[in-house]
Structure formats: structure tokens, C-alpha cells
């Protein structure tokens, strides 16, 4: 496992080596993998199999959790031609987040599908090379800066509400989407959506992005015309503005104007040595948060508005705190870090349900054994907070939406690993407060002016890739608050 070690090597300070993308010699390097294991996998849905490799594409869920029911927590399931290890419960979780974390490396997990668009940003690398990343971004979402962040995202959620009518229905999933995209490209890059260059770089990204919801069958294709063809022109397009700006910032910096956006304060970080990012470094960590920042918040927002309209008791329950605590006011960031209990444990329960970041695809260093059960070195694993959070022996009646399960004293109760929304141990999500805030905000100049009903006789389904979303949107009707 030569490229595995070398993954993590301590002393592997420069940029990791590039990833082969050819669908040829991912099979091949799969298959040649998978001979080569000393020790068989976990038990589970082994054969090859073309219905089980669609049930997973399309609704997972309910196979993790068979699975779950007939081999337990650690299991197989070959997914086209490649067998993926499923870790499900607080007991593995905590082994693959906490206690044998390092054991575990993520670019040549699945997350390595993301590096074409991605670059060498925080999801797509390891060891030493992650961990300077990591500390010298970290200052850009030390909760001050996130606090700051606030006046941009309840500026850009008055303007977008602005177009709200009662008894309209828009697409509140399209609506949050847009929304979350102006608000990283102001808080990330300083670029207003509405002209020039962010408008631009929005619509490359969306366009980039979009070759991760296309069938698995399409993404392999790389002729003229093909998605990748398309994901690769507009990352060309979007790489263009995102290289330009880190340009002009560099020149206005040298004159002592220093934004304070996260681009601005990635251009001007540095790690315990004194040393910088490379232009590359921050157009890549950019990329990153840009996919992180806004697919994760547009969909959280547009689940809890679904939840809260089929729950109205929970939704005045969340109503009645925000007349009792701001009246007509806009929130602060006090407000909605300290003051709205209420709303934090709606977000919870709604995170617990959709967890964006569903899945979290790893590769196994050395053979490891959880629960009982042993996975040999080299195998692909995968921990899954959306299985996890529904398992009906770690959650009582887990289908059901019930924001008391996040009183501060149940939420405590809670066996160490069973709720893991934002990953955990050194590998938690880095934009956390950030999102956090964000849907928050939004949803609370929302719900002091409106009430979303759900259309009559629509059903939302979910879509797994790249975060969990409604599938084909999620239409609403708009009423005035009663």
C-alpha cells in the first residue's frame, strides 16, 4: 500500500500527487486492489449486481439500514464493481473519527471524485498537507469573522425576500440556492452576484457542479460534449476570476488594503512557520468552501422549511420564541448563537434527518477491527450519518421529526458518536459555525414574515449527490404569517 503510507507521511509537505481520473484505470486499480486484500471483507450484499448498484444510487437509505439489520453495524456492499465497507453507529463512528482517525485517508476515498473541481482543498487531502491547511484557514472562521459574516447574509436574505408575495409558489429549494451563492460570494470572495465577475464565476460554478448530479453512467463518458467536457470548460471559466481576483488582491495588498473576507484573510494567513499559501493553495481552499458553503446551507434550509410545515407545531414553537425574544427586530449574532434555543434544536432535529454531507468516504491505511469485526487493510469504508442518525436503536422512532430529541439535556445523553452532522475530531467541518449561522439567520427573517405550505398531494424524495437535496426542488406556497 505504498501510495496510502505516502498519503500520510508526516513529513509530506508538498502538494500530493495527482489523481488518476481515467474510468478505465479506476476499475483496473479497484479490481487489482480488492485481489490484493489479505483477510475477506465484511459480510453483506457481495455480488455483483446492476439493481442493487441502482438502489443505491437511488434511494440508499433503506439498504444501509437492511443491511444493518441483518449483518450489524460494519458490512459490505459492491457497488458496481467496487465492494464499500459500511460502518453504521456511535461505536464505529467514533473509531473512524475519533479514536483510529489516522487510519483513515479521504483522497483516495470517494471524496477523490471531487478533486477535478475541486483541487487539493481540504476534502481532497491528507496528513501533514491537510493539517497546515487546515490551521492556517482556520483564524477565517474563528467565530468573530463568522459574527461579521452575519450583516452579509442578513443583508442578501432581506433582498432575496423582497420578492415573496403571499399566496406565490417558487421553488424554495432554487430560491435558498441562489441565495446561499450570493452570500459565499460575498463572504468568501467579496464578488456581488448581481454584476461582472460574480454573476459570472456563480453561474461557472453551478455549471462545474452540476456534473456530479448526472447518472454515474454519464460521468465516465470523456468525449466532446460529455459532462466532464462541461465540468471542465466552466472550471477553466470560473479557475479565470477566482486566479484573476487573488491577483488583483495580492497587488492591492502590497499597498496596505487587506480585505476581510475569507479570500482576503487566506491571502494574508500564515502557518507556524511564516509561510503562506501558494496562489494554487487558495484557489483550490476557495473552490472548496464555494462547493461546501453553499450546497450544504441551500439544502438544511429548504429540509427545515419542508419539516416545519408538515410539523406546525414545531413551527410555533419557533414562532413564539422570535416574538418573544426580537419582536419585529432583525436578529444579531448574539441572537442567534445564544438567544433562539427553540431554533437550534428545530436545526438539530432537521440535521439529524438530512445531514448534507451524508456519507463519508474513506480508505483504510491498515487492517482495523470495530465492533467485532474485522476490514482488511486497503478497503474502501465509509461511515454514514444519515444511516446512523436513523437507526431505531440509537433514536426512538427515528422517522419521526421531534426537535425535543435536542434539549440540552437529551442532546447530552447521547452516546458519544450517535449525532455527527459536521463529521467530527480533527476533520470536522471547518465551515460549521459558518453554516450554521447562515441558515439560521435566514430562517429567522423568513419565518417572522411567512409560513410555507406544501403543495397538495406533492411528496419530496431525496437525492444523494453531491449533498443530500430535495429531488427536482421543492415548491411551496407562500402564505403570510398567521
Not at 476499475?27 to 446492476?50: H, N, Q
Not at 475569507?262 to 493553495?281: C, K, P, Y
Not at 426537535?403 to 465551515?431: D, M, N, Q, V, W
Not at 449527490?465 to 421543492?474: E, F, K, N, Y
Request: a neutral charge; hydrophobic letters at 40%; aromatic letters at 8%.
Amino acid at each position: 500500500m505504498p501510495t496510502l503510507l505516502a498519503a500520510l507521511s508526516s513529513a509530506a509537505m508538498s502538494a500530493p500527487a495527482a489523481l488518476s481520473h481515467n474510468p478505465l484505470r479506476v476499475i483496473v486499480d479497484d479490481v487489482r486492489a480488492e485481489l490484493g486484500m489479505r483477510g475477506g471483507l465484511p459480510p453483506g450484499e457481495t455480488s455483483f449486481s446492476l439493481a442493487l448498484t441502482h438502489r443505491m444510487a437511488r434511494d440508499p437509505l433503506p439498504v444501509l439500514l437492511s443491511c444493518y439489520e441483518r449483518f450489524g453495524p460494519v458490512f459490505t456492499v459492491r457497488i458496481l464493481h467496487s465492494p464499500q465497507v459500511f460502518v453504521l453507529g456511535p461505536e464505529a463512528n467514533r473509531h473512524v473519527l475519533l479514536s483510529n482517525a489516522p487510519n483513515f485517508i479521504w483522497r483516495e476515498g470517494g471524496f477523490g471524485e471531487l478533486q477535478p473541481l475541486l483541487g487539493d482543498g481540504l476534502l481532497t487531502i491528507d496528513g501533514a498537507y491537510h493539517r497546515r491547511a487546515r490551521h492556517i484557514m482556520l483564524p477565517a472562521f474563528h467565530h468573530s469573522q463568522v459574527a461579521a459574516a452575519t450583516t452579509t447574509m442578513l443583508e442578501e436574505a432581506e433582498r432575496a425576500l423582497e420578492r415573496w408575495r403571499p399566496g406565490q409558489t417558487l421553488d424554495v429549494y432554487a430560491w435558498a440556492r441562489e441565495l446561499a451563492m450570493r452570500i459565499a460570494m460575498r463572504a468568501l470572495l467579496g464578488l456581488d452576484l448581481y454584476h461582472g465577475t460574480g454573476e459570472t464565476a456563480a453561474r461557472e460554478f453551478e455549471r462545474a457542479l452540476s456534473y456530479y448530479g448526472t447518472d454515474y453512467t454519464l460521468r465516465v463518458l470523456r468525449g466532446p460534449g460529455s459532462p466532464w467536457r462541461r465540468m471542465l470548460k466552466a472550471r477553466a471559466k470560473l479557475d479565470r476570476i477566482i486566479y484573476g481576483e487573488i491577483e488583483r488582491r495580492r497587488r492591492t495588498a502590497s499597498n496596505g488594503d487587506e480585505s476581510q473576507d475569507v479570500l482576503g484573510m487566506l491571502l494574508s494567513a500564515t502557518g507556524e512557520d511564516g509561510e503562506r499559501l501558494s496562489d494554487r493553495e487558495v484557489r483550490d481552499q476557495v473552490a472548496t468552501l464555494m462547493f461546501a458553503g453553499h450546497d450544504t446551507s441551500t439544502s438544511t434550509i429548504s429540509f427545515l422549511l419542508y419539516e416545519l410545515a408538515r410539523h406546525p407545531h414545531e413551527l410555533a414553537r419557533v414562532q413564539e420564541e422570535q416574538d418573544r425574544v426580537l419582536g419585529d427586530r432583525a436578529p444579531t449574532p448574539e441572537d442567534l448563537v445564544k438567544n433562539l434555543p427553540r431554533l437550534d434544536m428545530a436545526l438539530d432535529e432537521t440535521l439529524r434527518l438530512y445531514p448534507p454531507a451524508w456519507v463519508g468516504p474513506r480508505r483504510a491505511v491498515e487492517a482495523f477491527e470495530v465492533a467485532g469485526t474485522r476490514v482488511p487493510a486497503g478497503a474502501f469504508v465509509n461511515y454514514c450519518s444519515w444511516a446512523s442518525h436513523r437507526l431505531p436503536d440509537v433514536f426512538e422512532d427515528p422517522e419521526t421529526f421531534d426537535s425535543e430529541r435536542f434539549t440540552p439535556e437529551r442532546k447530552a445523553a447521547l452516546p458519544k458518536g450517535a449525532y455527527i452532522p459536521f463529521g467530527g475530531g480533527s476533520r470536522t467541518c471547518i465551515g460549521m459555525r459558518f453554516g450554521q449561522m447562515e441558515v439560521k439567520a435566514v430562517a429567522t427573517l423568513l419565518l417572522q414574515r411567512f409560513r410555507c405550505e406544501l403543495l397538495p398531494g406533492r411528496t419530496m424524495t431525496v437525492r444523494q449527490m453531491p449533498t443530500l437535496s430535495p429531488r427536482g426542488g421543492l415548491e411551496m406556497t407562500v402564505r403570510e404569517r398567521g
